[in-house]
């Protein structure tokens, strides 16, 4: 019970905050709906990101900060190459550059400090988001580009039955809501069904007992790298897709931390709900909480969701430092 | 051969612990503080001031702050700009609000408020380390930089949300040039410099580099982790809130909130990497390095006859520093300052090979 | 072993043992089901040398780790100076005057050999951040004396060469001598030395010897120490503790324990 009782502190916390937008909920439900998908329209993208983040670290144990903008990356080459070849070519080749990056990154930066501690890789892998930064815009070109994936941008009405006046929601975000979930999908699949899955499993566990039964880690490191790669070519296509591709540091590469720091460092379900706690707590907070601090502090405008999920991460490192879904760390003298 | 300690003994305990036992040392310091206070003056232009001496001077103020808590004792911050911008701020509303305030009254005060801020912020990194402790201080920037953006209180409630300061008065000697400007952010720097050289070999110092290396060890001997910690902060912060002030009213004249957004807050964590963590001098090299460096890229291939348009400057600036700091994470997570050292020792034997 | 002849010497001088410093009473330890130890009492006199033996596993560490509050035990009290103790910490435990040494050493590799032992001096330092900052007058004072205090310490280690070393670049012998003289910095009236002479060669076990011999014979000091060499132990201890599988098993003077059966047993490996 005692061990039980931080999380209750924290629901308890959280469904008080809860309850202004709960109340204007109450008034106006579609409304909230609407707030509540958009909220989990924008979790799913950063779920997508700190999918990547979770496999390579489950797989080799490195903390790969540089995930963020190796997405925006992606992104950026997948849409200047589609201005020149169908979409499909440049996606594929887009996988191509993420997997080579991926491997350069983690030859050349990652594994010289393998033994290092988080903080290090975090303030390389800064160093590698700062270069690809320079890099991408010398490449590339520092405009806004688009990646069409041939879905209507323009928003629909759905569920005019149920609420009033129906619910607002973009065809995109639905696109890319579908991919996530199908993408997970697949990925438990392969990590429960295949063999290679089980593989990399393995090598999760423990290095050194998976190569005494004869798995071949640099085969294996491969393929998650590779798997990693595809998982942010599709996020970076849904990103780019739904706001556009421009580096922006403090959004994609800094935002996974508050991410796995919900779901856990080790755990896929946890990526995938922290990314969602956050994207709906976000939205939830700018737009309900907003407007009551604005009125009470009398302040000049909204802008909680750049702090809100740091903030959030902050009191559950406080309370539960591994996350809703890790492993808990015993420290021993 | 001419940098030796030879027959430079020491017959006290009192001359061994001098901040500079080297004789030679002391000459060269002697030199460079004559030659910065008198010569510089003279031999500099206002633009040297402008974009390179006096931000350069603020900077090295500022990583020698963030140096103080992450180099000597450990605990990171990325979010050490949010302290500038609450020093920056709470000069603003000191001068502002209380007649006749002198500013370098306004000044000690700010930096007393930055530092309760700081060690408020600090509270954290009694339970969490590392990583995790990069989440406590990336909230404490975004939330003070959201703060500072909204609470209208902050900014004298102007409309456009951003504050601009008066030419500043120092008991009747006016800041209204460069040069002058340069004079008084040298004093200020040099004397806050030799406070934190005898912190750091004070029992302090000693304490807060034992609770980086080995913080279970640290506690068996006495060293309380909460007193260390907190004061680690507290100083840190005490020094970034004096830069913040002094880089909005020194420096910049006036300002918006962004000013002191995430990008300078990983900018000092670049200068205290690439200069050398847990080197006061080591502050130093990294700032002059991240504030001439996309000046230098700025003017130097004009001037050699391949021009770079601004934006790809820019772009290569990211691209050098990115380099550079896995480049001495991996290599020499000591930075410019040890190798700088390694050469003042082949300097010991030059011209002799050994 | 040819520090047996000193030490019987420094016996026969008579060192006067003196009341009762360290009570441990049924002491329990256990770490989510493993019993590190089990009911374990002994109490330690002033100025005596006291030994904790037994084969690996025994609880020997952990024994040491809740003396000085590294671990608090789930059963028991600890009495130290009379004043039953109750979930100390570390650091109180040492401004009660408790210092130790580690097993793998636990040394600032950051910093040099006189920086290291001076942390020693940490708590005795009083001068205040500003104090400290402005350094000229009362900081530097105090500096000075406890510097002239390190100092005799490394005198009587015989590190003096290697003071502005930093430990890193030290042989694992000379790093145990930072080591313990970080602890004897804290002037402490009990020292806790954890397997002190491991990894030594026959030269540096003799060296160490007389450094804990001398620390015990000129300051008086209080020492309870875990060592698998049973020469040493022999030699220099007045009392033993023998644990096994977190039990004590013996306790008495090294013949006493010497001759005991349940000990022999533990140590041939006999199966109880």
């Known amino acids: ?333 | 051969m001419f940098y030796r300690e030879n027959g430079q003994f020491k017959q006290t305990y009192r001359q061994d612990e001098a901040l500079l036992p080297i004789a030679q040392d002391r000459i060269v310091m002697l030199a460079l503080l004559v030659f910065a206070f008198v010569g510089v003056p003279f031999l500099a232009s206002n633009y040297l001031f402008l974009s390179i001496l006096n931000p350069f001077l603020i900077m090295a103020l500022a990583a020698i702050g963030l140096n103080l808590l992450v180099g000597y004792c450990g605990q990171i911050s990325i979010g050490h700009a949010a302290f500038m911008s609450v020093g920056a701020y709470a000069a603003y509303n000191l001068m502002l609000r209380v007649p006749n305030l002198s500013f370098l009254v306004a000044l000690v005060l700010a930096g007393l408020i930055a530092a309760l801020v700081g060690m408020l912020f600090g509270i954290p990194s009694l339970r969490i380390k590392g990583l995790y402790l990069t989440v406590a201080t990336l909230a404490a920037q975004f939330f003070i930089d959201w703060m500072f953006a909204r609470v209208k209180w902050f900014t004298g409630y102007q409309s456009s949300g951003s504050v601009s300061t008066p030419v500043l008065d120092l008991f009747g000697w006016q800041l209204d040039s460069p040069v002058k400007k340069y004079l008084f952010l040298l004093a200020v720097v040099t004397v806050f410099t030799l406070l934190a050289r005898n912190l750091v070999r004070g029992h302090v110092g000693r304490a807060w580099m034992a609770i980086r290396d080995m913080d279970v060890a640290a506690e068996v001997i006495g060293i309380r982790p909460v007193y260390a910690k907190l004061t680690a902060f507290a100083v840190s912060s005490f020094y970034v809130g004096v830069a913040g002030a002094l880089w909005g009213f020194v420096y910049l004249g006036s300002w918006e909130p962004l000013a002191f957004n995430i990008n300078m807050s990983l900018d000092l964590l670049f200068m205290i990497i690439i200069g050398g963590m847990g080197s006061i001098l080591g502050s130093y090299f990294g700032a002059l390095f991240i504030v001439a460096l996309p000046i230098v890229l700025d003017r130097v291939p004009a001037w050699v006859g391949a021009p770079l348009s601004t934006a790809m400057a820019s772009h290569l600036a990211s691209m050098i520093f990115g380099t550079l700091i896995v480049f001495f994470l991996i290599v020499e997570p000591h930075g410019l300052a040890r190798l700088w050292a390694i050469g003042k020792e082949k300097l010991r034997l030059w011209p002799f090979p050994h | 072993m040819s520090a047996q002849p000193q030490a019987q010497e420094m016996i026969a001088q008579g060192r006067r043992i003196g009341e009762v410093l360290l009570s441990v009473e049924e002491v329990s330890l256990s770490f989510g089901g493993v019993n590190a130890l089990t009911d374990v009492s002994f109490e330690v006199r002033e100025h005596e040398i006291r030994a904790i033996i037994g084969p690996n596993g025994a609880g020997k560490s952990s024994m040491l780790n809740v003396i000085n509050g590294v671990y608090h035990p789930q059963k028991g009290t600890i009495r130290f100076l009379g004043q039953p103790r109750h979930d100390v910490d570390t650091h109180e435990a040492a401004a009660q005057g408790i210092a130790r040494t580690f097993q793998n050493l636990a040394l600032f590799k950051g910093m040099n050999v006189l920086d290291n032992i001076m942390t020693g001096r940490n708590l005795r330092m009083k001068a205040g951040l500003l104090a400290q900052a402005i350094r000229f007058g009362r900081a530097e004072r105090e500096e000075l004396e406890h510097r002239a205090v390190v100092e005799r310490i490394i005198d009587f280690l015989e590190i003096q060469a290697y003071r502005k070393t930093p430990v890193g670049r030290l042989p694992y012998g000379l790093q145990k001598r930072v080591d313990l003289g970080r602890a004897l910095a804290m002037e402490p009236r009990l020292l806790l030395l954890d397997e002190p002479m491991a990894g030594m060669n026959v030269e540096e076990k003799q060296d160490m010897c007389r450094f804990v011999l001398d620390v015990n014979d000129q300051f008086g000091t209080t020492i309870v120490l875990i060592e698998h060499d049973m020469g040493v132990v022999m030699d220099i201890s007045d009392r033993v503790i023998v644990l096994d599988y977190g039990k004590k098993i013996g306790d008495g003077t090294p013949d006493e324990v010497r001759g005991t059966q349940a000990v022999i047993d533990a140590y041939l490996g006999v199966s109880h």
């Open chain 1, 1 to 333: 019970m005692k061990r039980h009782l931080p999380i209750i502190i924290l629901i308890a916390a959280l469904l008080a905050g809860l309850a202004a937008p709960l109340a204007t909920g109450a008034s106006a439900p579609g409304f909230f709906v609407e707030v509540l998908l958009g909220g989990l329209m924008a979790g799913v993208l950063y779920s997508l990101v700190a999918l990547g983040f979770v496999l390579i670290f489950k797989a080799s144990g490195v903390f790969n900060f540089a995930q963020g903008a190796m997405v925006l990356f992606a992104a950026l080459s997948v849409a200047r190459m589609a201005e020149v070849m169908p979409l499909w070519v440049a996606a594929l080749l887009g996988v191509g550059i993420m997997v080579l990056l991926a491997i350069v990154v983690e030859r050349v930066v990652l594994r010289p400090l393998v033994n290092q501690e988080g903080v290090v890789l975090l303030m390389a892998t800064l160093g590698v988001s700062y270069f690809l930064d320079g890099f991408g815009q010398s490449v590339w070109g520092s405009d806004i580009y688009e990646i069409n994936l041939g879905l209507s941008k323009a928003p629909v009405l759905i569920l005019r039955n149920v609420f009033q006046g129906g619910i607002l929601i973009n065809k995109d975000d639905v696109a890319a809501a579908v991919v996530a979930v199908l993408l997970v999908v697949a990925l438990a699949l392969f990590f429960q069904k295949t063999a290679t899955g089980r593989a990399l499993r393995a090598v999760a566990d423990d290095h050194q007992a998976a190569q005494s039964v004869g798995i071949p880690l640099n085969r294996i490191w491969v393929i998650v790298w590779s798997v990693a790669g595809v998982v942010a070519v599709v996020a970076g296509m849904m990103w780019g897709s739904k706001l556009g591709v421009q580096f922006s540091i403090s959004q994609v590469a800094l935002k996974a931390l508050p991410v796995v720091i919900l779901g856990g460092f080790t755990s896929i379900p946890g990526a995938i709900i922290g990314g969602l706690i956050i994207g709906v707590g976000e939205k939830m907070a700018e737009v309900f909480l907003g407007p009551v601090m604005v009125r009470t502090f009398d302040l000049a405008g909204g802008g909680i969701e750049n702090w809100f999920a740091y903030v959030l991460a902050l009191l559950f490192l406080l309370v539960r430092p591994e996350g809703l879904f890790g492993e808990r760390i015993i420290d021993r003298v």
